[in-house]
């Protein structure tokens, strides 16, 4: 079964808080969560692995100072590589070690974008792994 994760734990994991979370989502439109009705009256979003990477790339392209236009542009690629992404997550380890990279170039060869998408993937599965971990040794026996 594929993990599932909530705001809460993307806040815990990448550092994305909520406001900047759904702005991200609500106004610019960059990441589609999956979606589940919640116990009360209103929706709970919920989110998976993949979307956990996209909101860490996002994260990074931000920290880099890239305008929210251009970061659209750059998910917008990224959307169209996702069979990748999906190949990559589900055997991260086949590939270990190698740095992972989007981009393209300009006309005149420049590197107009680059991603260590590898780096990233990592970070996240080794955040969830500890805290698995982590939850684990604290559970009673």
């Known amino acids: ?77 990224i959307e169209r590589n996702k069979p990748f992404l999906y190949a990559f997550l589900i055997d991260h380890k086949q590939l270990h070690g190698e740095v992972e990279r989007f981009g393209r170039r300009d006309g005149n060869g420049h590197v107009v974008v680059t991603i260590e998408i590898g780096k990233i993937v990592e970070s996240i599965v080794r955040k969830i792994k500890q805290e698995e971990s982590n939850a684990k040794n604290s559970s009673p026996v």
């Open 1 to 77: 079964m594929q993990r599932k994760f909530t705001a809460r734990d993307i806040h815990r994991l990448l550092g994305i808080d909520r406001n900047t979370l759904f702005y991200w989502i609500n106004t610019h439109r960059l990441l589609r969560p999956r979606v589940s009705k919640s116990g009360g009256t209103g929706k709970k979003s919920i989110f998976d692995l993949i979307n956990m990477v996209e909101l860490a790339l996002i994260r990074e392209l931000v920290i880099e100072g890239l305008t929210m236009r251009r970061i659209a542009s750059i998910k917008a690629t």
